[in-house]
C-alpha cells in the first residue's frame, strides 16, 4: 500500500527536486502540496510548484497556497539563493490556472481529519503552526512529521548558527517543537549536517544526462544558478541539494543515523533561528525530535537516480564510482 504524504514547501531549487523525486516513487502518495513562503513569496511558490508538476505530468496533484508572511517577523526570501524566479533564472513558462477553494492550513485541516498521512516539510514551518492554532486534533493525526531545518554541529547557512528554514519564521519552528513535546511525540529533523553531505557534482548531472537526457536537461536549467552560488559562497564544486533527503528519509530511514533528544528554537537576536539541542539530556526533558546526524550519501544518491531518471540498480554501475571519486576528493 503507498504511504501518503502532504509536502508543505517553498519552491526553491532543491525543494522542485524533493518534489520530483516523491512524485517518482511508487511507494508514495502525494495528497496534495502546500505552500507557505520562503525560498520564495508564496505566489511564486505556487507558480513554480504548478511548472515542475507540469514537467512531471502531474497537474492533477492539488498545489494550496498558505502563509504569505512569517508569524511574526518581516518576511525575507531566498531569492539570492534560489534566482529571481526562484527556480534558477530557468524562466519556464507559466502554468495558469489551478487555483484551489481551500487554502494551506484548511486543506491540511480538512486532509488529515478524514486520512493518516504523513507530512514533510521542507520550508519554514508556518503553515504548521497556523494549523496547530486553528485546528490542534487535525495536527496530532500526523502520522510521521519529517522537517528539512535546523542544524546541530554543523555551522548555519544564513547565519553563524542557523538554518534558513528555522530562522525565516523561528516563531513557528519554536512553536511546532514546542507542541511535539507536549504530545510526546518527534518530529524527525533533517538538518544541514546530513544535507550538506549530498552534493550535486557536475560529474553527477553529466551522468544524469547521460542516462535520461530529458530529465537531466530540466535539472541542470535549474540548477545552473544554483552551482554558481555554492562556487561564489561555499567555493563548492557542485550544489546542495538539501531537500530532497527529507523525501529519501520518509522513504528509507536506514539511509540515516541519527539520535532522539529534546529541542528548542532561538526566536531573537543573533541565534535566531537556532535549533538548540539538548544532546547531553541537560533539561533532563523527553526527547520531541530525533536528529539525523549521518547519511549513507551513495545510498542516497542510488534512490535518487533511480526513482528520478526510471532505472534500474543494474543500469547505474558508474555511480558508486562517481560518488567514490567524490568522496576521495573530499578528503584531500
Known sequence: MKRKIIIDCDPGIDDSLAIMLALSCEEIEVLGITITCGNAPAEMGFANAKKIL????????????????????????????????????SFLDEVTGYEQSLNAVAFLSQTLRSQRCSLIAIGPLTNIAQLIQTDPTAFQNIEMLVSMGGNYRSHGNCSPVAEYNYWEDPEAAAFVY????????QIHMVGLDVTRQIVLTPDLLSYMEQLNPQQGAFVRKITRFYYDFHWQWEHLIGCII????????????????GFASYVQIETESISRGQSVIDAYDF????????????????????????????????ELSLLEHLISSKSERSKE
Open 242 to 257: 538539501n531537500d530532497p533527503l527529507a523525501v529519501a528519509y520518509f522513504l528509507r530511514p536506514q539511509l540515516c543515523d
Open 54 to 89: 507540469k514537467h512531471m505530468n502531474r497537474l492533477d496533484v492539488p498545489i494550496y497556497i498558505g502563509a504569505r508572511k512569517p508569524l511574526k517577523k518581516p518576511y525575507v526570501s531566498a531569492l539570492d539563493t534560489h534566482g529571481p524566479d526562484g527556480l534558477g533564472g
Open 178 to 185: 514546542a507542541e511535539m513535546a507536549k504530545m510526546g511525540k
Open 283 to 314: 533539561y533532563r526533558q523527553k526527547a520531541n525530535a530525533f536528529i539525523l546526524t549521518k547519511v549513507d550519501v551513495k545510498g542516497f544518491f542510488m534512490l535518487f537516480f533511480q526513482n528520478l531518471l526510471h532505472k534500474t540498480k543494474a
